[in-house]
């Protein structure tokens, strides 16, 4: 929710969002922004309310809208994002992360739902690289060293997986049911090529070449 000048509809509408009154909030809101279409606050918190309901499309067409009144707005660009992450459009809303990062590059949430949107396009690395900001500008944030940690599973860098995953579950240990799913695998993983490496290394290389 964003609060701009006083106006009685728009404390009106905040309020019933508050309340976690949305449809009351949207019939306030609407009426506000046929009357007030310039108004940034009035089509942002039509958005969030949107959002709340799922109507997901008319949220987007709100952020659009205050979007066209002012494009700077970090706040904007992350919760349209948030909005096509949930209509699974993953492009659509890693290039909204990138625009919010762009006004704000020290936002640690933001980093982290900009590798996820990686990670559901198949773009492990560059997924790896959005987690490691975000544990960077947030040290404690469990939730994206575990990614982070599945990321590297994912990308078959077991070590790294294994590691990450453990400091997650000391940060937070309610994911350990989360990290039970892979990290048995990456361990076996890891124990497989510790064997081959060292079969290989026993035997001489005309044996291996048969």
Known sequence: ??????????????????????????????????????????????????????????ALHAYDEALAIDNEIFEIWFNKAGVLYRLKDFVGARDCYKEALDINEED????????????????????????????????????????????????????????YAELALELNPELVSRVAQWIQVARDRLVAKHDDEEYRKSKPDSALDE
């Open 1 to 58: 929710m964003v609060r701009g000048e006083p106006n009685e509809m728009i404390e009106r509408a905040l309020a019933l969002l508050e309340r976690g009154m949305f449809d009351d909030a949207i019939r306030v809101l609407e009426e506000f922004v046929k009357e007030r279409p310039e108004s940034l606050e009035g089509w942002y918190n039509l958005g969030y309310a949107y959002s709340e309901i799922e109507k997901l499309q008319d």
């Open 108 to 163: 640690a949430e933001a980093w982290n739902n900009l590798g996820n949107t990686y990670s559901r396009l198949g773009e492990g690395k560059e997924a790896i690289e959005a987690y490691t900001r975000a544990v960077f500008i947030r040290p404690d944030y469990a939730e994206a060293f575990y990614n982070k940690a599945n990321a590297h599973f994912i990308e078959q860098e077991d070590e790294r997986a294994i590691a």
